[in-house]
């Protein structure tokens, strides 16, 4: 592994655990050229995903483009890392169950969606303006009362 500091292509490994989910390797590693530490998540990828875009463009998945979408619907709202690391895997699992090779970014988008209802309804409505291309006020109106009725349909399952 190669360090992220000075560049030294070898790095040795001080501790190694699962994370909480189980979902990857969390390992602590040590430098020997600038004695730096730092850590690294290693996971499963069960195949090589490929989304497909709007007019048919193609390029490789990559997790943390889910990350970052969702931590930037999630910024300043009370959801903790963990809870949002384990909702990313989620839709990563999910993702890589379709059994398709290329996922539409459609897809991924509503999964990410569904994600972020479960996580914080602020975020998921962020998230949702920008996903659905919000134009003007009755876009927004519309959607909310879309998300009030599923909200409402949640709570009643729930009690």
């Given at each position: 592994?190669?360090?992220?500091?000075?560049?030294?292509?070898?790095?040795?490994?001080?501790?190694?655990?699962?994370?909480?989910?189980?979902?990857?390797?969390?390992?602590?590693?040590?430098?020997?050229?600038?004695?730096?530490?730092?850590?690294?998540?290693?996971?499963?990828?069960?195949?090589?995903?490929?989304?497909?875009?709007?007019?048919?463009?193609?390029?490789?998945?990559?997790?943390?483009?889910?990350?970052?979408?969702?931590?930037?619907?999630?910024?300043?709202?009370?959801?903790?890392?963990?809870?949002?690391?384990?909702?990313?895997?989620?839709v990563v699992?999910?993702?890589?169950?379709?059994?398709?090779?290329?996922?539409?970014?459609?897809?991924?988008?509503?999964?990410?969606?569904?994600?972020?209802?479960?996580?914080?309804?602020?975020?998921?409505?962020?998230?949702?303006?920008?996903?659905?291309?919000?134009?003007?006020?009755?876009?927004?109106?519309?959607?909310?009362?879309e998300a009030?009725?599923?909200?409402?349909?949640?709570?009643?399952?729930?009690?």
């Open positions: 592994m190669k360090c992220p500091f000075c560049g030294n292509d070898e790095s040795q490994v001080k501790d190694s655990r699962p994370t909480e989910d189980n979902s990857s390797i969390r390992r602590r590693r040590a430098c020997p050229s600038c004695g730096a530490r730092f850590t690294t998540f290693e996971r499963v990828q069960l195949r090589d995903l490929i989304v497909v875009k709007a007019g048919d463009k193609k390029e490789v998945f990559d997790r943390e483009k889910i990350r970052k979408s969702m931590n930037i619907a999630l910024r300043k709202r009370p959801v903790e890392e963990e809870k949002i690391e384990r909702a990313a895997n989620g699992r999910q993702l890589e169950s379709l059994g398709d090779a290329e996922i539409p970014s459609r897809t991924i988008g509503d999964y990410v969606m569904k994600a972020l209802a479960n996580l914080d309804t602020v975020a998921y409505i962020r998230y949702a303006s920008v996903y659905k291309d919000f134009r003007n006020p009755n876009d927004f109106n519309e959607f909310l009362d009030k009725s599923i909200t409402n349909i949640e709570e009643q399952k729930a009690s």
